[in-house]
Antibody, heavy 120, light 108 residues
Framework: EVQLLESGGGLVQPGGSLRLSCAASGFTFSSYAMTWVRQAPGKGLEWVSAISGSGGSTYYADSVKGRFTISRDNSKNTLFLQMNSLRAEDTAVYYC?????????????WGKGTTVTVFS | EIVLTQSPGTLSLSPGERATLSCRASQSVSSSYLAWYQQKPGQAPRLLIYGASSRATGIPDRFSGSGSGTDFTLTISRLEPEDFAVYYCQQYGSSLWTFGQGTQVEIK
């Protein structure tokens, strides 16, 4: 069974940092692009970042560019999101999602999410 | 950046009725890169439709997608109690992914 399990969320002050992880299982991790999507409380979905299967290509939403870094460790089947210079508007549930292919540009499997709260 | 606008914001219908959800793009979108998701309270989104009209694995055939260019539609032919949820369209273009703001389908 394909599974994604996020971890690393928590409470952090503005300007602080967090590193999210997403442990993948049930598929050949290195063959699929991966994505982070977030959802602020009571709001819609917002794409955050994506990475190719090899890790050689990365993409970011303008709202996080220069502050967040996506990466992956294919030997450990794990996706990461390093979040620096956090702001109140980064408060959200962060979902890890698997692309349907090397680059299909839609997400066919989602994790349950991890909550990030930025507060002062 | 391509902006997706979904309408209506809320759709109030009864079980058994037909639901028609719209997703309009600010620029032309390749049909290959248009998807629809369903999200229920407290749950992660679930892929329904990809490539504008292809149903994802395990999705009932009462769900169908159509459209091209800037206008796309998700249709639920006969609403079942489990279909009341929020629906999002999503597109990819120019190295950016964007979502619509969502349509809530609620029980009338």
């Amino acid at each position: 069974e394909v599974q994604l399990l996020e971890s690393g969320g928590g409470l952090v002050q503005p300007g602080g940092s967090l590193r999210l992880s997403c442990a993948a299982s049930g598929f050949t991790f290195s063959s699929y692009a991966m994505t982070w999507v977030r959802q602020a409380p009571g709001k819609g979905l917002e794409w955050v970042s994506a990475i190719s299967g090899s890790g050689g290509s990365t993409y970011y939403a303008d709202s996080v560019k220069g502050r967040f870094t996506i990466s992956r460790d294919n030997s450990k089947n794990t996706l990461f999101l390093q979040m620096n210079s956090l702001r109140a508007e980064d408060t959200a549930v962060y979902y890890c999602a698997k692309d349907a292919g090397w680059w299909s540009y839609y997400m066919d499997v989602w994790g349950k999410g991890t909550t990030v709260t930025v507060f002062s | 950046e391509i902006v997706l606008t979904q309408s209506p914001g809320t759709l109030s219908l009864s079980p058994g009725e037909r639901a028609t959800l719209s997703c309009r793009a600010s620029q032309s979108v390749s049909s290959s890169y248009l998807a629809w998701y369903q999200q229920k309270p407290g749950q992660a989104p679930r892929l329904l439709i990809y490539g504008a009209s292809s149903r994802a694995t395990g999705i009932p055939d009462r769900f169908s997608g159509s459209g091209s260019g800037t206008d796309f539609t998700l249709t639920i032919s006969r609403l079942e109690p489990e279909d009341f949820a929020v629906y999002y369209c999503q597109q990819y273009g120019s190295s950016l992914w964007t979502f619509g703001q969502g349509t809530q389908v609620e029980i009338k």
